[in-house]
């Protein structure tokens, strides 16, 4: 009887540790918890400017689609995923410095972001607008040391067919002068400083040039053609962003509403989106207004390239810049990962 009561005992303990071990994930042998050793990789929602730079990014180490489990979330998603253990690595691109990961930093306590080599930012110049950036130390309480990445630019384009020249004069000129009633920590870099960052080789809305020609700066961009006419202007404005854990959808939501207070007979209502690649085909397909983007896949849609292959963004126009976006990858220290060529 007794040894009837222990071997059922010792059944129950290994069915128990049986359940224990198919529910645990991240930290078993196999570099990923169950996918037969491929990485749990977050690359950013589809169509959007995240997913295409990630993928690249990736290419740049030889790590190809199909050698990682993508998940294909926003960033706010992303990070809880990593906070979690469902994911491993998160690639995001955002704003200096992103709360999301600060948020990431007090929860988990054990944030670690990868740097690129110069071998990957080569390869990334070659074959985007992406260019060299370091993220300073003192960023991030975090950081140890400075990282080395890679920025574009986030830029305002407007559709050409609802935005009228007034109009889009009216949004650059509030955009720059009104940017302290905006509290988003990416709004000091609406200056007009800085307000032709990530124009080159876009064409300009002819409001917005006029309105930074009045500021004495020189602009050399072809100006877009409109057919927006002020008598026939839309009341309600459609502003795409991006997803809620990133920086376009509260950045925008801020300046939608500066819109509103300033512009009489509008009201902008900002909607999140997968960000840059979707807001660019919604202009194209009279779904949306005013659009943020990265000004590298604004240049590919213009030009019908990239994912814009045979399907040109013919009325968008840069109304103006909003803030540098930098690739910041991010993992924990738990993970083990120290690089991306541990991805491999």
């Known amino acids: ?89 998160s690639i995001g691109v955002l704003g200096l410095p992103a709360g999301s990961i600060e948020s990431l ?7 670690k972001m990868l740097g690129l080599s110069d071998e990957a930012i080569k390869h990334i110049e070659e074959n985007s607008g992406y260019k060299r950036y370091t993220i300073p ?29 007034e109009l889009g004069y009216e949004l650059a000129k509030i955009m720059i002068e009104n940017t302290s009633e905006n509290t988003h920590d990416q709004a000091k870099q609406m200056t007009l400083e800085n307000a032709l960052n990530g124009a080159e080789g876009l064409p300009i809305h002819p409001g917005a040039k006029k309105y930074y020609e009045e500021q004495g ?37 801020e300046m939608a509403n500066i819109w509103n207070k300033h512009i009489d007979g509008v009201n902008v209502t900002n909607t999140e989106t997968g960000a840059s690649i979707e807001n660019l085909a919604s202009i194209r397909d009279g779904n949306m207004d005013l659009g943020m983007s990265v000004h590298v896949p604004a240049l590919a849609a213009l030009n019908g ?40």
């Open 137 to 165: 130390q003192d960023t991030y309480d975090f950081l140890d040391s400075d990282v080395e990445t890679v920025t574009a630019y986030a830029v305002l384009m407007g559709n050409t067919d609802t935005i009228d020249e």
């Open 1 to 89: 009887m007794f040894i009837r009561k222990k071997f059922a005992f010792m059944a129950v303990l290994f069915l128990f540790a049986s359940v224990l071990a198919a529910c645990s994930g991240g930290t078993s042998g196999d570099g990923g918890g169950g996918s037969g050793g491929k990485k749990k990789i977050a690359i950013g929602p589809p169509a959007s400017e995240t997913n295409s730079v990630s993928k690249l990014i990736l290419d740049a180490y030889g790590i190809e689609e199909g050698d990682y489990e993508a998940y294909q979330e926003g960033f706010g998603d992303a990070a809880d995923g990593v906070q979690d253990g469902n994911i491993e690595v």
């Open 217 to 253: 700066l020189t602009v050399d961009n072809p100006v877009a053609e409109l057919k927006a006419d002020k008598k026939d202007r839309k009341s309600e404005l459609i502003l795409g962003t991006g997803s809620q854990g990133g920086t376009y959808y509260p950045l925008g939501g």
């Open 305 to 344: 390239e990239g994912d814009f292959e045979g399907a040109e963004v013919k009325n968008a126009a840069f109304i103006g810049h909003i803030y540098p976006e930098v690739i910041q990858i991010v993992t924990r220290e738990k993970t083990g990962i120290k690089s991306l060529d541990d991805l491999k």
């Open 105 to 111: 930093q007090a929860s988990a306590g054990d944030v």
